[in-house]
């Protein structure tokens, strides 16, 4: 049977909580730091990162689940009384740095996994039950604010962890009393005062709290991203204009990294499109911005020489021929065969759409599937387990027929 708290001696519950918790956390900070300073310059090494973090995430969610069930528990046990009541300044600072501990123990897990659930890739969470979080959506600001909280109260956590064995080596080596040995064998202390616990602590805790929330909505706002410079003109799609002009539309493309999936956007795009309903014919001619191009907690690794590798081909280019499907199976099926130009490298293309009309309007949407060792990307990643070959291209559009 789980022994409870009394108020001279921790009970079996909350020493196991304890201990737990402990072993938790001395092995999630060194794996978390040992990641965030590894390279990645080659497959191996990204390799290597991608699992330290992914433990690191893992490890911290289980911290998040497991200081909540300690913090429940303690709410319906009694504490021990302090073992010093007279030394007051003494007991203050001791229940601040445990109110301080429990808080650190849900905001930096929470923070950081609220950080993995707001942005796509690298490093999953190493359970069965999904990457994401209720009511977190994909967001760049979220991804950014939480990381801020996550870096600060990290700071907190770990110096409640330092002060918390600094008190505890004290008691032992130098008040020589029970304080330890309540928690580590539930030794009853000798103490005949009654458990009183006031309120300050939890206060003062609760305030360092707020600063540094304060501080963290401060430094959460996402550096400002200099202007793109125009692309050259050379690289852009050289066709004419056409009869048709786009008003809205996405251009996204989806890859598994580590066997996960992660969802990219090309928002920067200009297309050239000539069409002719009645003989379901025409060209399209697409410009399209790879340095816009998001991936992402991977778009600067994407963006570098080894994919996309925007500095020296700042644009890609798909032109190709618009055909009416001829089978007859798909309502209102088109294929746009051409060539896609990427990274420098040309490739051959079929992209299979929908294209529904109504009066000058058109609404299309299509998808195609790439290999991305047909352009030369990703040539040291060999390995599908750390970035997949195929990448699947989805394209919507809305467009009006020109007067």
């Known amino acids: 049977m789980p022994v409870p708290n009394t108020p001279h001696s921790y009970g079996s519950v909350a020493r196991t909580f304890h201990w737990l918790t402990a072993l938790l956390i001395i092995a999630a900070f060194p794996l978390g730091m040992i990641a965030s300073d590894m390279p990645y310059d080659t497959a191996e090494a990204l390799a290597r990162k991608a699992q330290l973090f992914s433990i690191h995430k893992t490890l911290g969610v289980a911290v998040f689940l497991v200081a909540s069930a300690r913090i429940l528990w303690a709410l319906t046990q009694p504490r021990p009384a302090p073992l010093h ?16 501990l429990y808080l650190s123990l849900v905001v930096v897990p929470l923070s950081g996994w609220i950080h993995h659930a707001a942005v796509d890739g690298f490093a999953p969470i190493l359970w069965p ?11 760049e600001v979220i991804s950014h604010g939480a ?3 996550h870096g600060i109260f990290t700071k907190v956590l770990l110096a409640s962890v330092a002060l918390h064995v600094l008190g505890a080596l004290k008691h032992v080596l130098i008040d020589r009393d029970d ?14 005062t ?15 709290f707020a600063a540094g929330l304060g501080l963290a909505w401060a430094a959460s706002e996402p550096p400002a991203t200099p202007p793109v410079p125009p692309a050259p003109q050379a690289a852009a799609a050289p066709a004419p204009a056409g009869n048709w002009t786009v008003e809205s539309g996405s251009l996204t493309f989806a890859v598994k990294q580590m066997g996960s999936a992660v969802s990219g956007t090309l928002p920067a795009w200009t297309a050239d499109i000539t069409y002719d309903d009645a003989t379901g014919s025409g060209r399209v001619s ?12 991977v778009t600067d690794q994407a963006k570098g020489a080894d994919f996309f590798d925007v500095a020296q081909h700042p644009t890609a280019t798909f032109t190709a021929d618009i055909a009416r499907t001829a089978d007859g ?17 040309e490739h051959p293309v079929t992209l299979p759409f929908t294209l529904t009309l109504d009066g000058d ?23 599908e387990s750390q970035v997949g070959f195929s990448v699947t291209v989805s394209v919507k559009l809305t467009a009006r027929k020109a007067p």
């Open 329 to 345: 199976q798909t309502e209102n099926g088109h294929t746009a065969t051409g060539t896609l130009t990427l990274r420098g490298v």
């Open 194 to 208: 009654a458990a009183r616990h006031g309120r300050a602590p939890m206060l003062a805790a609760l305030a360092i």
């Open 147 to 149: 990381s801020t909280v």
């Open 361 to 383: 309007t058109a609404t299309m949407s299509g998808e195609t599937t790439l290999d991305r060792r047909d352009f030369g990307m990703g040539a040291g990643y060999k390995d």
């Open 286 to 297: 697409v410009g399209i911005d790879t340095r816009q191009m998001t991936l992402g907690a």
């Open 179 to 192: 304080t330890l040995a309540r928690m580590t064998r539930g030794t009853a202390s000798t103490a005949t």
């Open 85 to 100: 009541p007279e030394r007051r300044l003494e007991t203050f600072l001791a229940e601040l740095v445990h109110w301080a």
């Open 129 to 139: 039950l999904g990457q994401g979080l209720p009511f977190v959506p994909k967001s």
